[in-house]
């Protein structure tokens, strides 16, 4: 394949994607989102700043260092080509990342509370541990920049992290799979909150999590 056809399958998966986490209902009110799917060269296809019905034509080529290479891309998003390149500088096998303000997740990431893994969905899309808090910094600040650095490096096999008092940082070999651990993800929340009601979620048994870290350590190498 060549990289024209690699870059116009890449942007129709990040579209369907997009369109997905609203057919799922795990986006916030006012529609917020960013995508991207790596490319070659240190380089990636990014959102050009909206996410609602956007098409694949419009998603933009950036480097990882910010310069825009093709298409256009709106002041707001400019600024966070440094969260998504943190996640593929930090992590090779990581194909596309995707940010949201999923309501439940962002509770947990304004509450600076790590998310407990203790659904079977969570499990199974690829998230077989807690998902931790990075300390709030300016968004695509150097300081937020860091602190998502820091925590991929202490939790090398975390598939996500929650931006303290902000939203949702989601990761994964592609876009499909990675908007599945979104929606996985906001379940979970959805569910912790519910269940604190009537007593509390309640952790899986002693090493079910190890297990399905196991089985996804298998797949991935
Ligand atoms: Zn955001």
């Known amino acids: 394949m060549n990289d024209k056809h690699i870059r116009e399958e890449r942007a129709e998966q990040l579209a369907r994607a997009a369109e ?3 057919a799922a209902g795990v986006m916030s009110h006012s529609g917020h989102a960013n995508l991207s799917a790596r490319l070659d ?6 959102t050009p700043g909206f996410v609602r019905g956007l098409r694949p034509e419009q998603l933009a080529t950036v480097g990882f260092d910010g310069e825009v290479l093709d298409g256009e ?3 707001v998003s400019a600024e966070i080509i440094a969260m998504h390149s943190a996640v593929y500088r930090a992590r090779p096998g990581v ?5 949201t303000h999923s309501p439940s997740a962002t509770a947990f990431a304004v509450a600076h509370r790590p998310l407990p893994c ?6 199974r899309f690829g998230q077989a541990e807690d998902i931790p808090v990075v300390p709030w910094g300016p968004r695509g600040s150097d300081v937020s920049v860091r602190g998502i650095a820091e925590v991929l490096e202490r939790r090398p096999t975390t598939a996500a992290v ?10 994964g070999p592609d876009a499909a799979a990675t908007a599945h651990l979104v929606v996985a993800i906001e379940e979970s929340a959805e569910a912790e909150i519910a269940a604190a009601a009537i007593g509390g979620a309640v952790d899986f048994p002693p090493g079910a999590r190890e ?4 089985a996804i350590a298998r797949v991935a190498s």
């Not at 194909?95 to 940010?99: F, K, L, N, P, Y």
């Not at 929650?162 to 990761?171: K, Q, R, S, T």
């Not at 297990?211 to 196991?214: T, V």
């Open 95 to 99: 194909g596309a990342v995707i940010h």
């Open 73 to 75: 891309l709106q002041s």
């Open 20 to 22: 997905q986490l609203f």
């Open 211 to 214: 297990a399905a870290r196991a």
């Open 41 to 46: 060269g240190e380089r990636l296809l990014l």
């Open 118 to 123: 203790r659904t079977e969905p969570m499990l």
């Open 162 to 171: 929650l931006l303290a008092n902000h939203g949702l940082l989601v990761f």
